[in-house]
């Protein structure tokens, strides 16, 4: 059994009156991640990680922010569509661990549904699955609500027949 580590990053701006997608779940909140797709900055974050981890490059590379395909679209279809370009490698996920930083709303309230959620994309089950949450105390960007940040790791992992 071959295995790797991937590490994922996303960051969002977040703007008033706009609709707030993590972890495919839509948040109830006054303001919402702005980017071209629906800008689930933890989905984002989990794809990149797994990209990476299988040496597939990143998400941007597949799913290019230009690309009118991916205008507007869930992000939950893009981490299925990762998930296909790792399976085709001989590569399955053994687990992601993902950390949100954000000043509000609380995110504890909807960690059950974004696992579901993620869980089904991904074919994974829930417990293989944790997100945690955190502030930035108020600093810099985050602090003052302007934006957003997920990270997440994953290992993945391929049978000694491919």
């Not at 395909?69 to 299925?80: C, M, N, T, Y």
């Not at 699955?129 to 992992?157: D, H, P, Q, W």
Request: with cysteine.
């Amino acid at each position: 059994m071959k295995i790797r580590v991937g590490f994922g990053f996303d960051v969002h701006q977040l703007v008033e009156n706009h609709p707030f997608i993590l972890g495919g779940v839509k948040l109830d909140h006054s303001a919402g991640a702005f980017g071209h797709s629906d800008a689930d900055v933890l989905v984002h974050a989990i794809c990149d990680a797994l990209l990476g981890a299988a040496n597939l490059r990143d998400i941007g590379y597949h799913f290019s922010n230009t690309d009118d395909r991916w205008k507007g679209i869930s992000s939950l279809i893009i981490l299925k569509e990762c998930v296909s370009l790792l399976n085709q490698k001989g590569w399955s996920i053994g687990n992601i661990d993902a950390m949100l930083c954000l000043e509000a709303p609380k995110i504890n309230p909807y960690i059950p549904e974004m696992k579901t959620k993620i869980a089904e994309a991904s074919g994974i089950s829930e417990d293989d699955i944790s997100i945690k949450a955190t502030t930035n105390e108020t600093m810099g960007f985050i602090g003052r609500k302007e934006g957003l940040v997920a990270y997440a790791v994953c290992l993945i992992e391929k049978d000694s027949k491919f």
